[in-house]
């Protein structure tokens, strides 16, 4: 299967943190990877790196087989990036939101009402995409941010905690969204410390600690490997056997 | 005692570290300010005191009103003009004010029942009080002549004591100098009319450097804050247009304010003032002959080193945003800003900037904004090295500004500086842990 994502070697040295530290994974057509760890383990920075928010020290990363570092532009016209608790223009409506990052992702007005409508349809915010994005609650705004990260149905789309803020129902709602979107073709890269949420929505995951990416496989491979019931008792032993060696 | 929690919550909440620092550098801004006028004021004070006079009558009755001014405890120094050209003797003496007592003065008041005629040269070089505090010496040697002209009359020849009688006892011919020009006008009148503009000019200015860097400020630091910013820098699209929209955007909207404060700036001139010149004598037609009053072209170059200031204001704030933390951090941010604009601002109202020591004045030359506060004072008093140095500077700085802006725009510095005030203090690399 192709790969959409080769991330080759990727280190962030920050004045006196390594926040990344040789990272390198693969993530195909249609996969949806999670890269998970606790707060502070280097999941924002591999993702910021990824998504060509900050340049790296070291490595390099492909995307769709453009360079982050050499071709940044291009990398960008392939991903779409979702931040963690992430706020959208309070001034414009939901509506008006999508249209101007329709905007900004093509200047054909056709293509342009053809994500709008993508992004109407998934959100499910019916008439309130009319109201100010300031009377919206998290969860709504969450489901609009997520919408237009989705819309333009990019090759690659970075997910930093996807559901944050939302509850129960509207988050497994968002699981199923991005789960039909993967089996449609396009891939993930999902950043969460929900161990569980991942195990039900990713198709491998890469345990990442201090910067390191300790361990990339499928769900159920890990759990058999660690004897684990769920994922966060992988993580545990993955971070515990790293520790003492 | 729940009170008192609450009480010591809400005080910790609102002192803090950067509030103590804003209060200590607003006290030592005060103070320097306070201490440089003080110095200022001393020696206007002192230059107060000095009357230059031309003696051309040397009369012992003249002699008489400089010795009654030395009493007063004025230096009167005396000088000799070779020529009938006294605007040119007073510039070639390098003199500011000074009076001219004609030949035959004392011959007119004592023997020919002729009111005496004295003539007042004083130039106008600048809209700061300064400029009014400086004359005060001639002005009073004015008085001083005229009371000495008014007892004289009453007292040796009338043998009157009521002062009251005589209403005028010497016609002062007052001759104001601007530049290369001069106008039978006063000085005190004109320069009351000139010092209108000199004082509504730096409000605007002020309110639109402090209204463009809160602008851009609360842009940037929002959208840091609110991660609207990594979405937009994560779609195809450039770093510098986003920056540029953003400048763009936040200019046009203070030019426009600019515009409108402008045009309310004119009616006010206009107006109030206007009315009251055009109502005295032809006061309107000798402000317009000296100068005094800006020209279509001076309002473009005044516009011109506005916008250049906004322009500053704005890549500075773009840098200053970039360092908020939070939106509390972003609040503070405004202070450099704030204290840069202040201290022309205060200064150039009292003080003409040229006058102070060379170091103050090279400090005080420094702050880009100070260009802007003294731009009417150059342009009406065509001080033009000053205008278009202070505008090749201006040029200089937002070069510099726009270079470091773009500098953290297009790095990983967007995201990762800001200011911190706490423990560890300095700046720290935020999102670094992650």
């Known amino acids: 299967m192709i790969n959409v994502l080769e991330v080759r070697q990727l280190s962030k040295k920050y004045t006196k943190v390594l926040a990344a530290d040789k990272v390198s994974f693969d993530v195909k057509k249609g996969e949806i990877f999670a890269l998970i760890g606790p707060n502070g383990a280097g999941k924002t920075t591999t993702i910021r790196m990824i998504a060509t928010l900050i340049t790296p020290t070291e490595g390099d990363a492909l995307v769709n087989g453009f360079s982050i570092i050499k071709d940044s532009a291009k990398v960008r016209e392939n991903i779409t990036y979702l931040p963690d608790e992430a706020g959208a223009y309070k001034t414009m409506t939901g509506k008006g939101y999508l249209e101007f990052m329709a905007g900004i992702f093509t200047t054909d007005a056709i293509i342009a009402k053809e994500y709008i409508a993508f992004a109407t349809e998934i959100c499910g915010l019916g008439d309130r995409l009319k109201d100010k994005i300031s009377s919206y609650s998290r969860g709504m705004i969450r489901k609009l941010l997520l919408s237009r990260a989705v819309m333009t149905k990019p090759a690659l789309a970075i997910l930093d905690e996807p559901t944050s803020g939302l509850d129960i129902i509207n988050a497994l709602e968002i699981r199923k969204m991005i789960k039909t979107l993967a089996s449609q073709g396009m891939s993930f890269l999902i950043s969460s410390h929900n161990m569980l949420e991942i195990e039900y929505v990713s198709d491998r995951v890469g345990i990442i600690s201090k910067g390191k990416l300790l361990i990339v496989g499928n769900t159920q491979e890990l759990k058999e490997k660690y004897n684990a019931v769920n994922l966060e008792e992988v993580f545990e032993r993955v971070v515990t056997d790293h520790e003492v060696l | 005692m729940k009170f008192f929690n609450l009480f010591k919550k809400e005080v910790r909440e609102l002192l803090t570290i950067q509030t103590i620092m804003t209060m200590l550098i607003s006290l030592l801004a005060f103070y320097s300010i306070g201490n440089l006028m003080g110095g200022v004021v001393d020696d206007l004070e002192e230059k107060a005191t000095e009357i230059t006079i031309c003696d051309f009558d040397n009369t012992e009755f003249t002699q008489g009103i400089m010795d009654t001014m030395r009493a007063a405890k004025a230096t009167v120094k005396t000088v000799e003009l070779k020529s009938d050209d006294y605007v040119a003797e007073l510039k070639e003496l390098g003199l500011t004010e000074l009076i001219v007592i004609p030949e035959g003065f004392t011959d007119m008041i004592m023997n020919q029942n002729k009111l005496g005629e004295i003539q007042y040269f004083s130039t106008l070089d600048t809209l700061s009080t300064s400029g009014t505090i400086s004359k005060a010496g001639s002005l009073a040697g004015v008085e001083i002549i005229q009371d000495a002209v008014k007892k004289t009359l009453l007292l040796e020849k009338y043998n009157c004591a009521d002062e009251r009688l005589l209403e005028t006892s010497v016609i002062v011919n007052e001759t104001t100098i601007v530049g290369d020009k001069s106008a039978q006008a006063s000085a005190t009148e004109l320069s009351g009319y000139a010092t209108m503009q000199g004082i509504f000019v730096p409000i605007v200015i002020f309110i639109l450097i402090l209204y463009a860097s809160q602008m851009i400020i609360s842009a940037i630091s929002t959208e840091k804050i609110d991660k609207t910013l990594e979405t937009l820098l994560s779609a195809p699209v450039s770093r510098i247009s986003v920056l540029s929209a953003k400048m763009l955007a936040a200019a046009v909207v203070a030019a426009l304010n600019a515009i409108v404060y402008m045009f309310g700036f004119r009616y006010f001139m206009d107006g109030m003032v206007g009315g009251t010149v055009e109502g005295s004598s032809d006061l309107g037609a000798i402000i317009a002959e000296l100068g005094l009053k800006l020209q279509s072209t001076d309002y473009i170059f005044l516009g011109i080193q506005m916008f250049l200031t906004i322009l500053i204001a704005l890549s500075a704030s773009l840098i200053l945003g970039a360092l908020a933390k939070d939106v509390k951090s972003a609040q503070s941010l405004i202070m450099p800003i704030m204290f840069l604009a202040m201290i022309p601002y205060m200064l150039t109202m009292f003080v003409d900037i040229a ?50 802006a773009v500098r953290i725009f297009t790095s990983d510095k967007i995201f990762t500086i800001s200011l911190s005030f706490g423990k560890k203090g300095k700046k720290r690399n935020a999102g670094a842990a992650e």
């Open chain 2, 355 to 404: 006058t102070l020591s060379p170091v103050v004045r090279t400090v005080i030359y420094a702050i880009p904004f100070t260009h802007t506060f003294t731009a009417i004072d150059n342009i009406i008093f065509a001080k033009d090295a000053l205008f278009w140095g202070g505008v090749a500077y201006q040029l200089v700085v937002l070069c510099l500004c726009m270079y470091f």
